[in-house]
Structure formats: C-alpha cells, structure tokens
C-alpha cells in the first residue's frame, strides 16, 4: 500500500507541474533584498534536488553553478534563457529541505541591473514560469523512475522470495511422499507381523491339544 501512495503522489506531483504560481517575494539573498521566486518540490531529497538543479543550468550554457558553502547560495554565470531574456542572466538560488521529502527552491534572476519580477518584466513571466516548470518536470521524472526502480528492485526480492518458498514446498512434499511410503511399508510389515503372531497362537493352541492327548494316554497306561 505504501508503495502505491509514493508512486500516486509521484505522479500527480508530475500532472501538477504547470499549476504552480511560484510566488513572488523579496528575500534576503548574497546581493541583498531581492525579487525572487519560489518552486515547491514535493518529492525527493535536498542533495539530489540539487545535483539536478546544478545540470538544469549548465543545458542553458550558464556557468557550472557552484554552490558557497558559508551562504548556502548556488551561482550561475551567464545563463541563455530566450523565454526570459535575451541577454545572459544570473541565477543565485538556494535549496532549503522541507520536512519529510522535497526542498523549497529559492530563484533570483539577475537580468543586469534589476531581479525579474512580474509587476516590473510582465512580458517575460510566462518564460520564466516554463523555465521553472522543465525543471520541475525533470525532478518529477527523475524520482519516478527512482521509485519505479525500487519497486522492480522489491518485485525481484518477491520472486526471489517466491523461489525459496517453492524450492521448501518442493523439498516438504518429497519428505512427505517419503514418509508416506515409510508408512505402507510400516503397515505391510505390521500385517505380516500380526500374521505371524496369528499363526504362532495357532501352533500353542494345537501343541496344548497334543500335550493334553499325551497326557490322557499316559493315565489310561497306568490304570
């Protein structure tokens, strides 16, 4: 059942991805209070959430965004995002875990001059917004295919289980056809053995006629 409840909110996160607003907020940030977007994961862990993130920029030619260990901060060089600008762009980020699975990440779009936000750059929102939404969708199918191999991962250690369990059946059924067998031949020789006592009663009887014959003709000779 819990693996069912994973891989259903798998995938309704992933049917999701284009309903999120991703709100606005002015957040303190390595540059200052600035504009900034928010996208909510839901699913996977900080660490790989950031691996993926790292990999999202470096496909718009931004540079290797690195991450300042004291700010917690990602930076990325240079991005080419046609949707949103068409000048390079700065990214600085951050990746806060949420409690149990996913992260928030924290985006702030330095076009040169000013941070992008909808009341002053209207026109490049809806660019953003795709922006944001692919890499929510490779999130998405990233712990999907995740849960999808845990759980072939878990069908194997079933059949596997399944084997065992047959092989045990096999090996108890052999033992009882042996037993069984045991016990014909327990029962013929308990026939035999019932004859023999049988026939042994017989002999006694007809021996203690003989005896009581002999003893008759033994009285008769003295009288």
């Known amino acids: ?9 798998l995938l309704s996160f992933t049917s999701g991805i284009f309903a999120q607003t991703y709100n606005e907020a002015i ?3 390595s540059q200052g209070e600035n504009n900034s977007f928010v996208v909510e994961l839901k699913v996977g862990d900080a660490k790989t959430i950031g691996e993926l993130w790292q990999d999202y920029q470096k496909k718009f030619k931004a540079g290797k965004p690195k991450l300042d260990k004291k700010t917690k901060e990602y930076f990325a060089d240079d991005a080419e995002i046609e949707g949103i600008s068409d000048n390079t762009i700065d ?6 875990p949420r409690d149990g699975k996913g992260a928030m990440l924290a985006i702030w779009f330095d076009l040169g001059g000013a941070y992008l936000s909808s009341s002053r750059h209207p026109d490049r929102i809806s660019g953003a917004r795709q922006w944001m939404a692919g890499f929510e969708k490779i999130v998405g199918q990233e712990f ?3 849960a999808l191999e845990a759980e072939v991962d878990a069908l194997k250690a079933l059949e596997k289980e399944l084997k065992g369990l047959e092989k045990e059946k096999g ?3 052999d033992r009882v056809a042996d037993l069984e067998k045991e016990l014909q031949q327990a029962r013929t020789e308990a026939g035999q053995a019932a004859q023999a006592v049988s026939n042994k009663e017989q002999q006694i009887e007809e021996q203690k006629k003989v005896i009581e014959a002999a003893k008759a003709k033994l009285k008769k000779g003295k009288g």
């Open 1 to 9: 059942m819990k693996s069912f409840l994973l891989i259903g909110t």
């Open 144 to 146: 999907a295919a995740q």
């Open 27 to 29: 957040r303190p940030m």
């Open 91 to 96: 990214i600085y980020s951050t990746i806060t």
């Open 171 to 173: 090996d108890k059924e």
